[in-house]
């Protein structure tokens, strides 16, 4: 037995209605953040505390250190962290609640919830964060808190791979927009430099992933997908049988989930996260 891909896919899009909610900005506004990117920074970093833009930046690899430290840590003297998260449930709930109406919420939020309270942690600080907050008393709070956890556990891997593979925040970025994953206004969304940019190609360039012209090469191509490959065998790695099983078991249904998410509108692709539909 394996995670598939798919299962993945639909656990990103059910936790991904945070980034693209139209209303976030003003949401988070509204208890004191200041712009939508100190609310994306504050409220997927609150599970950890009120951590340094250090830890921070540790943590999400892709983002340019200045993107980070514009946001924290003043966020938590400009929102109280109890209110940040508390937000950001309340974007979640509002975002699935349309496309989660045929669903039986119920019974998913409880399986996918099995699923991540029998992996092991270490190494993945984000996730461990996630999991370490109290479980919603709703059946869409419990499922996106759930989707979360995993979600921030694949990433996690994600991070650890990318950065075996000697691939920098910008570096990994730009491989992603030559390998068509994200739009050409990555560089933007992510805080980097044109300059930053530029450097991250020639990186890239000189291990023949992309060509003179950032284009991505065959090798390239190759490298971006065993980076997947490798991303999905670590993060199934402390699945155990049940939880596997649980995982193909409910792999229909969360997938029904996910593509009837993306049609109430919840949900975007292409976009910046770069997941794909499942």
Known sequence: ????????????????VVYFAPDSKQR????????????????????????PPE????????????????????????????EILATRLDLARDALAPG??????????????????????????????????AAPDDPIGRLWHAATILREYRGDCHVAILTAAGLDGAAANALAVADGRVSAKQREMRG??????????????????????????????AARAQIEDATDRVSASSFDEEAQARTITLEDALVSAARAIE????????NP??????
């Not at 200041?34 to 994306?40: F, H, L, T």
């Not at 980097?192 to 012209?213: I, M, N, P, S």
């Not at 284009?215 to 191509?221: E, K, L, P, Q």
């Open 28 to 51: 988070y506004e509204a208890i004191g953040l200041k712009g939508y990117w100190m609310g994306y920074v504050a409220s997927r970093s609150a599970a950890l505390g009120t951590p």
């Open 55 to 82: 830890v921070v930046i540790a943590l999400f690899h892709g983002f340019a250190p200045r993107l980070i430290q514009r946001a924290v840590p003043d966020a938590w003297s400009m929102g109280s962290r109890d």
């Open 192 to 221: 980097w430099t044109e300059e930053e940019w530029t450097e991250a190609y020639e990186r890239l360039r000189r291990r023949a992933w992309t060509d003179e012209f950032a284009a991505i090469t065959d090798s390239g191509r």
């Open 273 to 278: 996260v770069g997941v794909r539909a499942p």
């Open 100 to 133: 989660l109406a045929e669903a039986d919420v119920e019974r998913l939020a409880k399986e996918v919830s099995a699923i991540w309270s029998s992996l092991d942690f270490a190494g993945k600080a984000l996730a461990a964060a996630h999991a370490s907050l």
């Open 1 to 16: 037995m394996s995670v598939t891909r798919s299962f993945w896919q639909a656990i990103e899009v059910i936790h991904d």
């Open 263 to 270: 049609a109430s509108g919840a949900m975007q692709f292409p």
